[in-house]
């Protein structure tokens, strides 16, 4: 599992729960089925009436890349180019068609397979700068479906609260009934609060920094094919690839930056 989504989620419900039960509350008291059922199915039903199903489909599949952690290994693909760039510049670049079908990555093998067949290196760039468009089109779209999420989940629960008052105010005369069913109503606020706001938006924001990972790594490559159909020294061809680590490195650390002032704030 990804370290830092397992420590946030038990840090989150640690705080939660346990400030409840500092102040006397029972874990009982907020397992409220019929206010998760209206504030989870009511954002699900806003979702899928704002996006196509197979988006929506989609980004709940891609919520494995925030439950577990995954390496991207921009090392290993910097290893991997700087072999094809010393093999074509010993043998010339066609001698890497041999090497096509080892290729895993789609992106390397599609840019690789233009070099080779002679595609001049401004037009090859224009070809996969266009793929990385699309490929990026599609990927923000996960975030942007849990972002919504986000942002229906908090009025659901208000909508939970409000149907859980008329709810109490039918019994009125029985004034017992009166502060649990109130209590009751209140629920659904706390799930659509709580889900918005540890679930659906930062699951937004861990997939939003996944999605710029996979633009670093197909930047690079991008960078790379068109280095060696260039004829670059596979030193130069290192340096500029290692750039791309520097560039990542420091977009990663003025977000964090960000993040700080904005809670400081």
Known sequence: ?????????????????????????????ILQPNAFLIVIGGTIGAVLISYPL???????????QVIFDRNVDFEGLITEILG?????????????????EKIQNP??????MLAIDGTEPEELKKIME?????QAEIEEKAPQVFEAAGGFAPTLGIVGAVLGLIEVMQHLADVSKVGRGIAAAFVATIYGLVSANIVF????????????????????????VVSILEGLN????????????????????EKEKQ???ARAS
């Open 107 to 112: 992106f390397l093998k599609k840019s690789l």
């Open 84 to 100: 094809y760039a010393k093999k074509a510049r010993k043998e010339g670049i066609v001698s890497l068609d041999s090497d096509l």
């Open 54 to 64: 197979p988006t929506v489909l989609n980004s709940f599949k891609r919520m494995s």
């Open 234 to 253: 596979p030193r130069m061809v290192e340096t500029k690839l290692r750039g791309y680590l520097a560039e990542s490195q420091a977009e990663d650390k």
């Open 130 to 134: 266009l793929e990385m468009e699309n």
């Open 1 to 29: 599992m990804d370290k830092a989504t397992l420590a946030g989620v038990l840090v989150a419900l640690g705080g939660i729960f346990g400030g409840m039960t500092l102040d006397g509350g029972k874990i009982g008291q």
């Open 201 to 224: 938006l930062p699951s937004a924001s861990k997939l939003k920094h996944r999605n710029r990972q996979d633009e670093v790594f197909r930047e690079m490559i991008l960078e790379g």
């Open 259 to 261: 993040k700080e002032l």
